[in-house]
């Protein structure tokens, strides 16, 4: 699978621009602030109909403007796809598989697989629990259907529980009959999502340690630590018994959205004890154990998208993640960088077609050195 080409309209710093691609290395080269990061934010909305960086679609709408539309051509297995995004203020976001609207964004999700490498994004480690949720979820949405349903129903029944429980503290009276219903629904899910959560961090975690290895080149035993309450033998007596709680803080305080996934270094937790280093040194580990789950998953290689890394590894990690991408690792890969001088001495070494391209404030340019 790869991606032929990009057309943007208004979105961020682009107000019109049309790209094509090499179907294996493409480089964006410009200054801070020109609209790299932009450019491959772009891609992974055709991928997932969603930012990698804004949560709120409004937010890459380019100021001034009321709306977008990014659009793309795929080459999924020698046929063409086309990909259009568009999004008004105010208005339901819409998306076009070949010109046919998908109502339902969850089946568009998991078709053009992508994974992005930041590797200042360690917010992943050092944020709450949310953020490493979001990041497994993701990961297991693109992959199971069923876990994607189930997570659907389950935001929908939590939100619904939630609503409930604010109306009993205003009548100042919990209603176990009125809340039953919502109970049963969100234990059963809740079960069910952590058994797939606690099998896939166990085929997960080998290929993680393995990617450790490899970038950090050091015999540092990294773990991954799945803690949900929702597998203990007597959750649904544990789950009912703190309604009480949920009163008093006015909304559900078990069930998998409050989980965590706890990473370790050498039995301690790298939130608090690893180095910068090392903490990006796990993030890459992370994306590119997500790359091989993908892979192995979909029989396809996902899309890479690497912004910055020349920029935030030292030469013996850059030099480490060159050497999978001269091995042919991956499939197609989109690389940001603001030394174009730098990029070319470091790409120039792979044996691959590489097109370099010059972004200037919204502008792009074939780059021929
Ligand atoms: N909605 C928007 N409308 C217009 N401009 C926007 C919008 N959102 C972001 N920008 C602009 O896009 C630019 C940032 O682009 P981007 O993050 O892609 O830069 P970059 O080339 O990756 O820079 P760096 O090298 O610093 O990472 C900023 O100038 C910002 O003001
Ligand atoms: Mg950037």
């Known amino acids: 699978m790869y991606l032929k080409n990009i057309r943007l309209l208004q979105f961020k710093n682009y107000p019109k621009a049309e790209v094509q691609f090499s179907k294996d290395i493409n480089c964006f080269v410009g200054l801070n602030g020109s609209g790299k990061t ?20 409004n937010l890459n709408i380019q100021h001034e403007k009321d709306f977008f539309t990014v659009s793309g051509d795929f080459d999924l297995e020698g046929k063409s796809m086309e990909i259009r995004c568009v999004f008004e203020s105010g208005k339901k976001k819409q998306l076009l598989q070949n010109g046919k609207a998908i109502d339902k964004m969850s089946e568009h999700i998991g078709l053009l697989p992508v994974v992005i490498i930041a590797p200042d994004d360690t917010q992943l480690i050092t ?43 205003e009548t100042g009276k919990w209603n176990s009959d009125f809340i039953e219903p919502y109970d049963r629904e969100i234990i059963q899910l809740s079960k069910s999502i952590a058994e797939k959560r606690k099998s896939f961090i166990k085929e997960y975690e080998p290929i993680l340690k393995e990617y450790y290895d490899i970038i950090s080149g050091n015999q540092e035993a990294i773990t991954i630590t799945y803690e949900t309450l929702c597998l203990n033998e007597n959750f649904e007596e544990e789950f009912k018994s703190i309604s009480q709680k949920d009163f008093i803080m006015k909304r559900t305080n078990m069930g998998i959205h409050k989980d965590d996934f706890v990473f370790e270094i050498n039995g301690y937790p790298i939130k608090k ?65 603001a030394r174009p001088e730098r990029s070319k001495e470091i790409l120039e070494k792979i044996d691959s077609e590489i097109n370099f391209f010059l972004i200037e404030k919204g502008k792009v340019s074939a780059w021929n050195q």
């Open 38 to 57: 932009n450019l491959l934010d772009a891609i992974h909305y055709l991928c997932l109909t969603k930012s990698a960086i804004n949560g709120l679609d």
């Open 127 to 169: 944020d709450g629990s949310e953020e490493r949720r979001r990041f497994f979820d993701n990961m297991l949405c693109q992959m199971h259907k069923e876990y994607l349903d189930q997570m659907v129903r389950y935001q929908h029944f939590l939100k619904q529980r939630n609503a409930l429980i604010k109306q009993f503290t």
């Open 273 to 337: 004890f690893g180095s910068q280093g090392q903490q990006k040194s796990f993030v890459i580990a992370l994306k590119l154990a997500q790359f091989q789950i993908f892979q192995a998953h979909k029989k396809t290689k996902p899309i890479l998208l690497l912004d910055d890394i020349f920029d935030k590894l030292d030469d013996g990690r850059i030099e480490k993640l060159m050497k999978l991408v001269a091995d042919h690792q991956f499939g197609q890969l989109f690389i940001t960088d």
